[in-house]
């Protein structure tokens, strides 16, 4: 299997007009856990301005209306805002429909190891445990194995919760779930390539005789 899809490699078979619209509301109604929602508006906000000009494009490519801004002049902060009556009505329906959502909350709200670490981890955290717990069930029925759901620490913060992907399951997670998100596919491209890597030099050799 070659790179993880990322919608904003050159040259990619893909693009923003593949897109299905029910796939996109999925995905952006996972994105929407690290969102803002307004009277009539609903906000994405990230660091990476790439991304939400991204979600932008995938947007404008369906017809509907979207902008985005920088947050401040000197915060390092964009957004991406398009209208509350996009995703009026939209369910999960399908397995599809899962997908998309897990891989807009990831994008979204998930982290990764950094390239310092000493070994690759992926979790997803905050403070509205119901909602974590609705997302790992989502995870395990898609076969992604994930740890407890926990409090890092209660001194710090008693209302603030995580669970890491099992690092087994990291590389059905690559495969299955993806990212748009043009620094979380460039990990899950690595993770993916570590694991290959680890499988090949694991293999026994055959001696010579």
């Known amino acids: ?78 957004v991406v805002e398009f209208s509350r009556t996009l995703l009026d009505g939209h369910r999960l329906r399908t397995r599809k429909d899962i997908i998309h959502y897990v891989r807009g909350y990831f994008d979204a709200e998930g982290a990764v190891a950094s390239p310092a670490a000493s070994a690759p981890y992926l979790y997803f955290g905050q403070k509205n445990r119901l909602d974590l717990e609705k997302l790992r069930s989502l995870l395990c029925g898609l076969r992604v194995m994930c740890g407890k759901i926990h409090n890092p620490s209660s001194r710090v913060d008693p209302d603030y919760w995580r669970f890491f992907v099992s690092r087994r399951s990291i590389e059905r997670f690559a495969k299955l779930v993806e990212s748009w998100h043009p620094r979380k596919a460039r990990w899950l491209d690595e993770a993916l390539n570590r694991e290959r890597k680890r499988r090949r030099n694991s293999k026994p050799r055959r001696s010579l005789r």
């Open 1 to 78: 299997m070659g790179s993880i899809r990322t919608f904003t490699q050159e040259n990619e078979v893909n693009s923003a007009n593949d897109v299905q619209l029910d796939d996109l509301k999925s995905y952006l109604l996972g994105a929407m856990h690290d969102g803002t929602v307004r009277q009539r508006t609903l906000r994405i906000s990230q660091r990476e301005e790439e991304y939400v000009v991204f979600l932008r494009s995938l947007i404008l490519a369906k017809g509907k209306r979207a902008w985005t801004y920088r947050e401040g002049r000197t915060r390092n902060l964009f």
